[in-house]
């Protein structure tokens, strides 16, 4: 993707509305609640009821500061992480990166349209594998054909798929004292079982796909509005674009982790107080809800699914393709006609149809999650290193360096993700 029109800007700073105020911030905080995502949060749940109602609040500051600092990277420069990357590391670190992206994102998939599948076969009359496949046609479709100034609006609609998971839990009887007092004060034993989800949790929470989707959905963003530039080609648009990526990106994480805390919480008044202690995905999770809290709530998580698949397997093929373009030099963006970008959309045909391909192999789709979940571990914390280093770079970002909160706030998610990867290679 090119650094936008050169020259200043002679229609002045952009001023959203505030409805267009919310974009890759919210859109990337919905994506980070997907099928995988609400699995993790429902074994959080479910294997300890209301204990893990804490890890939410705690992640909200650190993922919130660190998707602003990717979207700022892209809003400064023009360019994605991959893009940046290559400009200023060498090429060993960018290939390495951008390889196991996309090897982790092609698993995710497969895990997140396995359990999409699954919901709709619990709800509908049909078969999983069916289903498994119009999602992902459907998906690729629309991805391709369609523009980003369109798709996004797609998109942000989507992102009210993730309001069910609210309701299921104001339909079940809700202890809202005690919800409270452990989301502050918690009781549990810090053991194998107890540290494993945390890191999951963090794992899910803080994702490199993310990172580089925000960033990207930053520069699409430029491209997609006549008049706008890259903020180190035209400082006049700083204030307002500023302004309007902590708004979105805020807004957007805090959407994130709301949702997370509201399965939690659901899934720990019905299942742990039932004692089902070990849902393996989120279908198994709407399914075991049925007998327990009614058939509106199992409708309602069950629909979830497969809205918060539509809105994360984009997400997940999205940044791949744009890690990967950006690497080798392709023309990329989602608002490039198929004709323009084959590269950019072969990889997101790839990602999408590669998940489909492990869907029908023996591979287990949890196998798949847990594999993408320590290829994530390996590559989060040191990628952050990286991208905080390009955040820091006056060479690179001019006058608009990461503020210092973002600093603290950047370097502290840094080191909480090397301490969660250190501790899941030590569990495993």
């Given at each position: 993707m090119g650094a936008g029109a050169a020259g200043k800007s002679t229609a002045g700073p952009r001023r959203p509305s505030p409805l267009a105020s919310f974009g890759p911030g919210l859109i990337t905080g919905a994506a980070d609640d997907d099928p995988s995502g609400i699995a993790t949060y429902s074994q959080a749940g479910a294997q300890f009821g209301l204990q893990m109602l804490w890890t939410p609040v705690l992640t909200y500051p650190f993922m919130a500061v660190f998707q602003a600092v990717c979207a700022r990277i892209g809003r400064v420069t023009g360019r994605g992480?991959?893009?940046?990357?290559?400009?200023?590391?060498?090429?060993?670190?960018?290939?390495?990166?951008?390889?196991?992206?996309?090897?982790?994102?092609?698993?995710?998939?497969?895990?997140?349209?396995a359990a999409m599948g699954e919901a709709a076969s619990l709800v509908f009359p049909g078969r999983r594998h069916v289903f498994t496949v119009g999602f992902a046609v459907a998906i690729l479709l629309l991805q391709v054909f369609v523009p980003y100034h369109r798709y996004v609006t797609f998109l942000k609609w989507l992102t009210l798929a993730l309001f069910a998971y609210v309701a299921v839990a104001f339909s079940v009887h809700v202890p809202w004292g005690e919800a409270l007092a452990r989301t502050v004060w918690p009781h549990f034993t810090?053991?194998?079982?107890?540290?494993?989800?945390?890191?999951?949790?963090?794992?899910?929470?803080?994702?490199?796909?993310?990172?580089?989707?925000?960033?990207?959905?930053?520069?699409e963003e430029i491209q997609s509005h006549p008049g706008a530039h890259p903020l180190r080609t035209d400082p006049a648009e700083a204030p307002a674009e500023l302004r309007r990526i902590r708004l979105d990106t805020y807004v957007g994480m805090a959407f994130s982790n709301i949702i997370a805390f509201f399965v939690i919480l659901a899934t720990g008044v019905t299942l742990h107080a039932a004692g089902i202690?070990?849902?393996?995905?989120?279908?198994?999770?709407?399914?075991a809800l049925r007998p327990l809290a009614g058939d509106g709530a199992f409708l309602l998580f069950a629909m979830g699914i497969i809205g918060t698949g539509l809105l994360a397997i984009p997400t997940l093929a999205g940044s791949a393709a744009y890690a990967l373009s950006e690497a080798l030099g392709w023309k990329e963006g989602l608002e490039s006609k198929l004709s323009e970008a084959y590269g950019f959309y072969g990889v997101i045909a790839f990602a999408i149809l590669g998940g489909v391909a492990l869907d029908y192999s023996p591979i287990d789709p949890i196998k798949a999650l847990f594999w993408s979940a320590?290829?994530?571990?390996?590559?989060?914390?040191?990628?952050?290193?990286?991208?905080m280093l390009l955040a820091t770079r006056k060479s690179l970002m001019g006058e608009f360096t990461a503020s210092?909160?973002?600093?603290?706030?950047?370097?502290?998610?840094?080191?909480?993700?090397?301490?969660?990867?250190?501790?899941m290679f030590v569990l495993m």
């Amino acid at each position: 993707m090119g650094a936008g029109a050169a020259g200043k800007s002679t229609a002045g700073p952009r001023r959203p509305s505030p409805l267009a105020s919310f974009g890759p911030g919210l859109i990337t905080g919905a994506a980070d609640d997907d099928p995988s995502g609400i699995a993790t949060y429902s074994q959080a749940g479910a294997q300890f009821g209301l204990q893990m109602l804490w890890t939410p609040v705690l992640t909200y500051p650190f993922m919130a500061v660190f998707q602003a600092v990717c979207a700022r990277i892209g809003r400064v420069t023009g360019r994605g992480l991959a893009a940046n990357i290559k400009q200023i590391f060498p090429p060993w670190v960018l290939l390495a990166v951008v390889v196991l992206l996309l090897f982790a994102n092609t698993l995710n998939v497969a895990a997140d349209i396995a359990a999409m599948g699954e919901a709709a076969s619990l709800v509908f009359p049909g078969r999983r594998h069916v289903f498994t496949v119009g999602f992902a046609v459907a998906i690729l479709l629309l991805q391709v054909f369609v523009p980003y100034h369109r798709y996004v609006t797609f998109l942000k609609w989507l992102t009210l798929a993730l309001f069910a998971y609210v309701a299921v839990a104001f339909s079940v009887h809700v202890p809202w004292g005690e919800a409270l007092a452990r989301t502050v004060w918690p009781h549990f034993t810090l053991d194998r079982a107890a540290m494993t989800l945390i890191v999951a949790i963090f794992g899910t929470t803080i994702s490199p796909y993310l990172f580089f989707w925000q960033a990207s959905e930053e520069v699409e963003e430029i491209q997609s509005h006549p008049g706008a530039h890259p903020l180190r080609t035209d400082p006049a648009e700083a204030p307002a674009e500023l302004r309007r990526i902590r708004l979105d990106t805020y807004v957007g994480m805090a959407f994130s982790n709301i949702i997370a805390f509201f399965v939690i919480l659901a899934t720990g008044v019905t299942l742990h107080a039932a004692g089902i202690t070990a849902p393996q995905t989120a279908a198994q999770v709407a399914g075991a809800l049925r007998p327990l809290a009614g058939d509106g709530a199992f409708l309602l998580f069950a629909m979830g699914i497969i809205g918060t698949g539509l809105l994360a397997i984009p997400t997940l093929a999205g940044s791949a393709a744009y890690a990967l373009s950006e690497a080798l030099g392709w023309k990329e963006g989602l608002e490039s006609k198929l004709s323009e970008a084959y590269g950019f959309y072969g990889v997101i045909a790839f990602a999408i149809l590669g998940g489909v391909a492990l869907d029908y192999s023996p591979i287990d789709p949890i196998k798949a999650l847990f594999w993408s979940a320590v290829v994530n571990g390996v590559i989060a914390a040191p990628l952050m290193a990286v991208i905080m280093l390009l955040a820091t770079r006056k060479s690179l970002m001019g006058e608009f360096t990461a503020s210092p909160w973002q600093r603290w706030g950047g370097w502290t998610a840094t080191a909480i993700m090397g301490a969660a990867a250190i501790a899941m290679f030590v569990l495993m």
